[in-house]
């Protein structure tokens, strides 16, 4: 448990604007809901929205916007209001039961002051079957002026009776020409570069700057040289010096891109292309590829990917070892 660790902004990211009105004039016209439920992509911003939505719940002036000034808004901007509330993993771990137990008893006792109180829960889907249960019942008997605000990753399973609890507001992507333009105002790099960085984080503008700002399309430049090597010299030692343990879930993202367009180019699909600036690299790789194959090397990286995520004792040299074996005698040389 903790007070919520935003740093406090006055604009909202573009794309979140038309939430945050639904949601206000929801409230404002008595239709608010004591528990949102928030599910979104990673790198879309969604925690601001929800820190926006929660200073306007803690504001002591009804406006469409917080108004800065009163004394909750201040408590709130320096991150002490004693009545907003944060659950959220500690140290990686999934939300405990004592955790859940300890915001039901913070809740339950009066404002201090003497508004309203929120509770910003991180990572929903990280709730373990017991502590679900003990926020489920507190949302099942909600407390007067006491709101809620879940945060749940779209691609996570979330309990059901948790999701039937709550209103529920499913974050969109923003279309590509709104990311483009919100990212040209925030990096100089070329249209180019803005474009394919947008395309590789999958249309999520905060991803995509953050690719541009730590130099990921050179080191994926760098990494798809190393990646011909390893093609034409079939061997793994070519690649595997490439991962890097800070990027390698996005490293292998970029390459199980690669194969999806490659088969899309075995099969004459033009449009959907996430590796548009490497379309010469993947004809000449596809000159002794076959669908099948294509099918066979993108399983293998799927299940590379997987083990990374899932097996964080075994060392992910040997994961990556192994993957990479598999496409040299399963695919290259079948």
């Not at 709730?127 to 249960?133: I, Q, R, V, W």
């Not at 003990?134 to 990753?153: H, I, Q, S, V």
Request: charged share 20%; proline share 4%; net charge neutral.
């Amino acid at each position: 448990m903790g007070k919520f660790n935003f740093v406090m902004t006055a604009i909202i990211y573009p794309w979140l604007q038309s939430y945050y009105e639904r949601i206000t004039a929801a409230f404002q016209q008595g239709y608010g809901h004591h528990a949102l439920l928030f599910r979104a992509e990673q790198g879309i911003g969604a925690d601001q929205l929800i820190h926006a939505v929660a200073n306007w719940l803690m504001c002591q002036h009804s406006s469409p916007r917080p108004c800065g000034e009163c004394h909750s808004c201040r408590l709130f901007a320096a991150g002490n209001h004693p009545d907003v509330y944060q659950l959220a993993p500690v140290e990686n771990k999934d939300i405990g039961v004592d955790q859940v137990r300890e915001i039901n008893e913070k809740v339950s006792q009066r404002a201090q002051q003497n508004g309203n109180k929120a509770v910003y829960v991180q990572s929903a889907e990280r709730l373990t079957e017991s502590a679900a249960n003990a926020l489920l019942k507190t949302l099942e008997e909600p407390r007067p002026n006491t709101y809620f605000l879940l945060n749940a990753d779209l691609s996570s399973p979330l309990m059901t009776t948790i999701y039937s609890r709550c209103q529920v507001w499913l974050i969109n992507t923003p279309s590509e020409q709104q990311a483009l333009n919100w990212l040209q105002l925030h990096n100089y790099s070329e249209i180019s570069e803005i474009q394919t960085a947008l395309r590789i984080s999958y249309g999520r503008p905060l991803l995509a700057l953050h690719c541009l700002e730590q130099g990921w399309l050179e080191k994926r430049r760098e990494f798809f040289r190393a990646f011909w090597l390893f093609y034409t010299r079939r061997s793994p030692l070519e690649l595997l010096p490439l991962f890097d343990k800070e990027l390698i879930l996005q490293q292998v993202d970029w390459l199980l891109a690669f194969l999806s367009d490659a088969l899309k180019d075995k099969l004459n699909i033009t449009s959907g292309w996430i590796c548009r600036d490497l379309i010469r690299g993947i004809q000449q790789f596809n000159e002794r590829q076959t669908v099948a194959g294509l099918l066979t090397a993108t399983k293998i990286m799927q299940k590379v990917r997987s083990d990374l995520v899932q097996i964080n004792a075994v060392n992910q040299e040997l994961i990556l070892l192994d993957g990479l074996t598999r496409l040299i005698t399963e695919v290259f040389e079948h």
